[in-house]
C-alpha cells in the first residue's frame, strides 16, 4: 500500500504542477457556479411568487435545489472525468516512463491503485467546489444535511466506477487523445443505456439495468441501496481488473 | 552475476533474440554490441523483467526473471534508451520519487540522493525542471536514476546515444567508476565505445550469438597472423610492383603480400607473417636496399570494428555500423 501512495502522490504532484487540475478546477467553477446561480434563481423566483400571491407552495430546498443541482453535479462529470484519467497510463507508455514503473519492485495493481485514486482525489476536490456553494444555502436556508451526504457518497461511487473505466481505456493507448475520446464515448454509452428502457422485452430491462445513471437515483434521494453500491463496487472492480490485464499484456505483446 | 540460457524472444512474426546464451561475473563491465535491430534492447528488457522470454532463462544475482522478478527487479537499476523522465518533476523530486519506488526513505533515502547528484556530476541541476535539461543531463540523470538503490547490476541501453563527444567521455569515465562495484552491462552499436569502456564483449546480430569473448582475445583471434602495412615509392618516379612483391615475398617468415593499390609511383602493401616472427627489420632492409623508398611501414592492428564486421559476415568496406533499420520490434 506504500507504493500505492507514492504513486499517486506523484500523479498528483504531475495534476497539480502542470495546469491540468488548475484548469479543470477554473472550468469545473465556472459551469458548477452557472447552474448553480440559474437553480437558486428559479427557487428564489417561486418563493417570490409564492409570496405575492399569499398561496403558500410547499417549497423545499433539499429537493427543489440541492438534488437537481447534484444530479446535473453527475452530467457535468461526465464530460470532466475523462480528461482527468486520459493521461494516467497513455502519458507513461509515450515518454517510456512505463518502463521505469515496470522494472522497479513494485507490483502493477499497486501502480493502477495508485493512479486511480490520485484520479479520485482530484474529484473530490472539484467536490469540494460544489460544497462551497452549498454551504451558502445552508447558512441562509435550512436543507437536511443527511439526504445531500448520501448524495455525495452516490456522486463519488458513481466517479470511482467511471475513473476506473477511464484508467482501463488509457491503459490501452499511447495517445492521450484517443484515450479521452473512447472514455467519453463509453461512459456516455453506458449513461444513455437507461433509455433503452422504452421497451418491454427482457433484454431492455437488463440493459437499463447497467446503466450509470439508474444506479445513482437512490443515493441522489437520500436513499443507500445495497444493490446500487455493489454495482458501482463492481465496474470499480473490474475497471481497475482490466487495467491489470492490460498492463499484463503489454508485457508479453510490446 | 548475471546468467542466460537459451533466452528466446519470438513476436508473431519475427524472433528478436535466438538462443543466446552468456554470463556475467561480479564487477565486470559488458559490451553488448550489435547492429540497431540485432536485439540489444530486447535482450536487456527480458534481463530487467519488463518482458518476459519466450523460452529459456535468465537469472540475475541468483534469481530467475520469471519466478522472482520482485527480487531481481531490486537488484538492478535499469537505464533504457530514452531517460524515462518526468519533464514536469524537479531533478531531486524525481530521484526521490525514483529512490521511494526502489525502496528506500528517509535519511538513507536523502544521502542517497546526495550522492548520486554528486557522482553523476547533476548537483547543479537539482532544482531545475526534468523537461528544461538538456540532453547531457537528461542522460546522467537517468543514470543518476539507475544507481539510486545502490544495485548489484546495471543495464545501460546505449547510455551515450546523442551525446556530445565530451559528454561521451564523461558518461564513459563515469560508468568505467562505477564498474568496481556493480555489475554492468552496456548495450552499444559504437565500437570504440566497447573497446574504450568494457572487459568482456557480446557480439549479436540479427538475434543471434556471434561471440562472446574478451575485447583482447577477439583481436586477436581474428587476427589470427601478424600484418605488416608499407608504403613503398620509386625513386624515378616509376615502380615496378610485381618485382616489389617478389623482393618481399622473398623475406624469411613471410607468408603473403598483397598489393593493396598503387598511386603513380608508390604502392600500398600488406604483408602477413607467421605468426611470433618479427619481419619488420628485414622487410625495410629489403626495400631500402633495393633503391626503393620506405614512406611508411605499420603494424595492422585490426580493430574492433573489422573483427565485428568480419563476424557478423559483412563486407569491410562497407561503412561500419550500417544504419539496419530496426525491423525486429524492439522499439515499444
Not at chain 1, 55 to 77: F, H, K, T, W
Not at chain 1, 145 to 151: E, G, R, S, T
Not at chain 2, 167 to 177: A, P, S, V
Request: hydrophobic share 45%; with cysteine; glycine share 8%.
Amino acid at each position: 500500500m506504500r507504493n500505492a501512495w507514492i504513486i499517486c502522490r506523484k500523479e498528483l504532484h504531475s495534476y497539480f504542477v502542470s495546469p491540468v487540475a488548475y484548469v479543470l478546477l477554473t472550468l469545473w467553477g465556472v459551469v458548477f457556479g452557472y447552474f448553480f446561480w440559474a437553480e437558486l434563481g428559479v427557487f428564489l423566483k417561486y418563493s417570490m411568487e409564492s409570496q405575492m400571491s399569499g398561496q403558500m407552495y410547499p417549497m423545499n430546498l433539499n429537493e427543489q435545489v440541492i438534488r437537481p443541482l447534484l444530479q446535473n453535479v453527475a452530467v457535468i462529470g461526465l464530460f470532466f472525468l475523462p480528461m482527468i484519467t486520459m493521461r494516467l497510463f497513455a502519458e507513461e507508455k509515450r515518454t517510456g516512463t512505463i518502463e521505469l514503473l515496470a522494472t522497479s519492485p513494485i507490483r502493477d495493481l499497486e501502480i493502477i491503485i495508485g493512479k486511480w485514486m490520485a484520479a479520485m482525489l482530484l474529484y473530490c476536490c472539484l467536490l469540494l467546489f460544489t460544497v462551497v456553494h452549498f454551504l451558502f444555502l445552508f447558512k441562509y436556508g435550512n436543507p437536511d444535511w443527511k439526504p445531500v451526504l448520501i448524495a455525495y457518497l452516490g456522486l463519488l461511487l458513481e466517479a470511482g466506477a467511471m475513473l476506473a473505466i477511464g484508467t482501463f481505456i488509457s491503459s490501452l493507448t499511447k495517445n492521450q487523445i484517443i484515450a479521452g475520446a473512447t472514455t467519453f464515448a463509453v461512459l456516455i454509452l453506458l449513461w444513455v443505456l437507461a433509455w433503452s428502457d422504452f421497451s418491454n422485452a427482457g433484454w431492455a430491462h437488463v440493459l437499463s439495468y447497467m446503466s450509470l445513471v439508474t444506479h445513482s437515483e437512490s443515493f441522489m434521494r437520500g436513499v443507500i441501496d445495497l444493490k446500487d453500491g455493489i454495482y458501482y463496487a463492481t465496474l470499480i472492480f473490474l475497471g481497475l481488473f482490466f487495467t491489470a490485464r492490460s498492463m499484463e499484456s503489454l508485457r508479453w505483446r510490446s | 552475476m548475471i546468467n542466460v540460457k537459451e533466452l528466446t524472444k519470438r513476436y508473431a512474426r519475427t524472433t528478436a533474440v535466438d538462443h543466446i546464451s552468456f554470463e556475467v561475473a561480479k564487477g565486470q563491465i559488458v559490451g553488448f554490441l550489435g547492429p540497431n535491430g540485432a536485439g540489444k534492447t530486447t535482450t536487456m528488457r527480458m534481463l530487467t523483467c519488463f518482458l518476459p522470454p519466450s523460452s529459456g532463462t535468465a537469472t540475475v544475482a541468483g534469481f530467475d526473471v520469471l519466478e522472482q522478478p520482485m527480487e531481481v527487479k531490486k537488484r538492478i537499476g535499469y537505464l533504457p534508451e530514452t531517460p524515462p523522465l518526468y519533464p514536469e518533476m524537479e531533478t531531486a523530486e524525481y530521484l526521490k520519487f525514483v529512490g521511494q519506488l526502489k525502496g528506500l526513505s528517509g535519511a538513507e533515502l536523502q544521502k542517497r540522493i546526495d550522492y548520486v547528484c554528486e557522482r553523476c556530476s547533476v548537483a547543479d541541476v537539482r532544482n531545475k525542471l526534468l523537461g528544461k535539461l538538456s540532453k547531457g543531463y537528461r542522460q546522467r540523470v537517468g543514470l543518476a536514476q539507475a544507481i539510486i538503490h545502490n544495485p548489484d547490476v546495471l543495464i545501460l541501453d546505449e547510455p551515450t546515444a546523442g551525446l556530445d563527444p565530451k559528454q561521451i567521455n564523461e558518461t564513459r569515465d563515469l560508468i568505467r567508476r562505477l564498474a568496481g562495484s556493480h555489475t554492468i552491462i552496456l548495450s552499444t552499436h559504437i565500437l570504440p565505445e566497447v573497446e574504450q569502456t568494457c572487459e568482456q564483449v557480446v557480439i549479436i546480430n540479427k538475434g543471434k550469438l556471434v561471440a562472446t569473448d574478451s575485447v583482447r582475445n577477439l583481436q586477436a583471434r581474428a587476427r589470427g597472423a601478424e600484418s605488416v602495412v608499407l608504403e613503398v615509392a620509386g625513386r624515378n618516379g616509376n615502380l615496378e610492383t610485381s618485382t616489389v612483391q617478389q623482393k618481399l615475398e622473398r623475406v624469411s617468415g613471410v607468408s603473403r603480400v598483397l598489393c593493396k593499390h598503387q598511386v603513380g609511383s608508390r604502392a600500398f602493401f600488406e604483408v602477413e607473417s607467421q605468426k611470433g616472427r618479427l619481419v619488420r627489420g628485414d622487410l625495410a632492409r629489403v626495400v631500402v636496399e633495393s633503391g626503393w623508398d620506405l614512406n611508411e611501414l605499420r603494424p595492422a592492428a585490426m580493430s574492433l570494428e573489422e573483427v565485428f564486421l568480419q563476424l557478423t559476415g559483412k563486407e569491410k568496406e562497407k561503412e561500419a555500423p550500417a544504419e539496419v533499420p530496426a525491423a525486429t520490434g524492439a522499439q515499444l
